[in-house]
């Protein structure tokens, strides 16, 4: 069973076409991981898939209904989440409130109610924050809740910016470089994290260049370069494929590669 | 969370307490008056700090909706013959209306444009008000009927004290409540991070759309008041000079602060009245006092002081 599903998708910049016949699929509980050399456009596919680019052609469906073009508060409620590759973490609320703006969608938003403070809207603020602080508890981030979010060191943005997401309850959750700027026991963190909600059913899409952390969780890997798609497959199938050591490590490498 | 509520309530008693008190400091109905406009002003500034602060747009108009507010209740009952409190209601929807015509368009688009527009519709509301002499008596200006409630005038600097006292603190006790709201947090959201509100789900268009509505009713109302208490109105009020007014409130007290926009409108306001001893130096002063308070306090005056006292408190 496909949830997300992504079809010959092509962005031109200026005449670069920055992706061009991309396709993939992922399925409730899966985690495809998308690598590739820099610039080899997997931000800007993931910029598609969210609705922040439109796309110039290619078809996105999301559990069997075409997205493709939707603006990206309407794919977030139809269970589209994400995390951004240079942090878009909001500094001047605190860790709490972040993950409580995350809670948008499954709250009742209403401006008289608001303006005027009626119990329903005082309880309704107490289930959203407890419900943060829960999600808070799961990237370990607790102890902080109470803390502008933009006095937080990196890793714990990193993290805060996976709850904030998971907050909406997603079904597909695509994840820009969740790892990029961590140390060793930051990732190995984020690498359970991952795994823990893949497996409570939600399609991972993962970019990172930390090969050790795709390697090891990923289901499915595809592997683009210069905007095209390279290979793809099990982890033991693309590390084997000579065009992609070829891709990362140029024509000789890859010949030494083989040989060793 | 308890906390939050604490300072929430905290707030309004200490603003109702200094409503209360000031009076039995004040020498003469001169000090009501200056009060009154601070009131105003500041309710004003609160709706556009809701605005500037929270969803992060600007405003460079936002007189007209002040001077709809105002010539509402001048035209209405004078021409119209309708009561002048009902006039204050169709002058807030009014303004409702019109900033939803204008930012409905404008608010799709990234960047500054509402800055732009607002200054159009600025300048065009004003020039109306100018213009269409038969209804507003032109740069002339024209008097406003006394409102009346349930038979009783309101009328001096007296009452009038009280009546925009009790405006200023519902005003600050709504802007209040909204800040812990899906709404108010979707306002600062979309402030920090436009992508990152709107891959959670928060419809940016629509919310920045809601926040120059209120601030756009709020500035109506303050309009009403300033007019119903002076019981005249020209159309300075509606003009380019008194946007630029209220913004200098909102930053001079600073962004997203709601005591800030009130303590804003109180130097902004009591600050002529005293360098009015100064004579023709009085605008160079108040400029360098502006001046000098943003270079030294730079998220503006209540921001800057409560970090300051944080800071001393912790070490």
């Given amino acids: 069973m496909t949830i997300l599903k992504a079809t010959d998708i092509g962005i031109s910049f200026g005449g670069v076409k920055a992706v061009d016949g991309v396709s993939f699929s992922v399925s409730p509980g899966q985690i495809l991981s998308i690598i590739g050399p820099n610039g080899a456009g997997k931000t800007t596919l993931f910029n598609i898939v969210s609705g922040i680019y439109a796309a110039s052609r290619g078809t996105i469906h999301l559990a069997d209904e075409d997205v493709t073009g939707l603006s990206p508060h309407k794919l977030a409620a139809r269970g589209l989440s994400r995390t951004f590759q240079n942090l878009q973490i909001f500094q001047r609320m605190t860790a709490c409130e972040n993950v409580m703006v995350g809670r948008h969608l499954r709250e009742k938003c209403s401006l008289l109610p608001a303006l005027f403070r009626t119990p329903s809207v005082t309880r309704q603020n107490r289930e959203t924050r407890a419900a943060a602080l829960d999600l808070l508890a799961y990237v370990g981030l607790k102890d902080v809740a109470d803390v502008p979010a933009g006095s937080l060191p990196y890793g714990a943005c990193k993290r805060l910016e996976i709850a904030r997401a998971l907050a909406a309850e997603p079904?597909?959750?695509?994840?820009?470089?969740?790892a990029a700027g961590c140390n060793a026991v930051e990732t190995e963190e984020i690498d359970h994290l991952i795994r823990q909600v893949a497996d409570?059913?939600?399609?991972?899409?993962?970019?990172?260049?930390?090969?050790?952390?795709?390697?090891?969780?990923?289901?499915?890997?595809?592997?683009?370069?210069?905007?095209?798609?390279?290979?793809?497959?099990?982890?033991?199938?693309?590390?084997?494929?000579?065009?992609?050591?070829?891709?990362?490590?140029?024509?000789?490498?890859?010949?030494?590669?083989?040989?060793? | 969370m308890g906390a939050l509520l604490n300072q929430r309530f905290l707030t309004l008693a200490v603003l109702a307490v200094v409503i209360a008190v000031l009076p039995f400091v004040f020498p003469s109905s001169y000090y009501f008056r200056v009060a009154s406009?601070?009131?105003?002003?500041?309710?004003?500034?609160?709706?556009?700090?809701?605005?500037?602060?929270?969803?992060?747009?600007?405003?460079?108009?936002?007189?007209?909706?002040?001077?709809?507010?105002?010539?509402?209740?001048?035209?209405?009952?004078?021409?119209?013959?309708?009561?002048?409190?009902?006039?204050?209601?169709?002058?807030?929807?009014?303004?409702?209306?019109?900033?939803?015509?204008?930012?409905?368009?404008?608010l799709r688009l990234k960047g500054h444009y509402l800055a732009i527009a607002t200054l159009g519709l600025g300048v065009l509301v004003?020039?109306?008000?100018?213009?269409?002499?038969?209804?507003t008596g032109g740069p002339d200006g024209m008097p406003v009927e006394r409102l009346t409630l349930f038979g009783w005038r309101v009328s001096g600097s007296y009452t009038w004290?009280?009546?925009?006292?009790?405006?200023?603190?519902?005003?600050?006790?709504?802007?209040?409540?909204?800040?812990?709201?899906?709404?108010?947090?979707?306002?600062?959201?979309?402030?920090?991070?436009?992508?990152?509100?709107?891959?959670?789900?928060?419809?940016?268009?629509?919310?920045?759309?809601?926040?120059?509505?209120?601030?756009?009713?709020?500035?109506?109302?303050?309009?009403?008041?300033?007019?119903?208490?002076?019981?005249?109105?020209?159309?300075?009020q509606a003009g380019f000079l008194h946007s630029v007014e209220l913004v200098t409130i909102v930053v001079l007290g600073g962004l997203g602060s709601v005591v800030g926009s009130i303590v804003g409108a109180v130097v902004l306001v009591t600050l002529p009245q005293a360098l009015t001893m100064f004579h023709e130096y009085e605008h160079l002063l108040l400029g360098l006092i502006i001046v000098v308070s943003m270079i030294f306090m730079r998220n503006g005056i209540v921001p800057s002081l409560s970090g300051l006292f944080l800071r001393r408190a912790r070490s």
């Fill in chain 2, 126 to 135: 004003a020039l109306v008000i100018s213009t269409e002499s038969g209804w």
């Fill in chain 2, 37 to 106: 406009l601070v009131w105003v002003s500041a309710l004003a500034a609160i709706g556009l700090n809701i605005l500037m602060g929270q969803a992060g747009q600007v405003s460079l108009g936002h007189a007209a909706f002040f001077g709809i507010g105002a010539y509402a209740v001048a035209i209405g009952p004078t021409h119209l013959g309708i009561p002048p409190w009902a006039a204050l209601l169709i002058g807030a929807a009014l303004s409702a209306v019109l900033a939803y015509l204008v930012g409905r368009p404008i």
């Fill in chain 2, 161 to 236: 004290y009280w009546v925009t006292g009790a405006l200023l603190l519902v005003g600050t006790w709504i802007a209040l409540n909204l800040d812990e709201t899906p709404t108010g947090r979707a306002f600062r959201a979309l402030h920090d991070s436009e992508v990152a509100a709107q891959v959670v789900g928060v419809d940016v268009a629509r919310f920045k759309l809601q926040a120059f509505v209120i601030a756009a009713v709020y500035a109506s109302i303050a309009g009403s008041a300033l007019a119903f208490m002076n019981g005249f109105i020209n159309p300075d």
């Fill in chain 1, 171 to 178: 079904r597909v959750l695509l994840l820009d470089e969740p």
């Fill in chain 1, 200 to 260: 409570r059913g939600v399609a991972v899409v993962l970019v990172e260049h930390d090969m050790k952390l795709v390697m090891k969780i990923s289901d499915r890997i595809l592997v683009l370069e210069r905007g095209r798609p390279l290979a793809e497959g099990t982890p033991r199938e693309v590390r084997d494929d000579p065009k992609v050591l070829e891709a990362y490590l140029g024509q000789h490498g890859a010949r030494e590669a083989a040989r060793a």
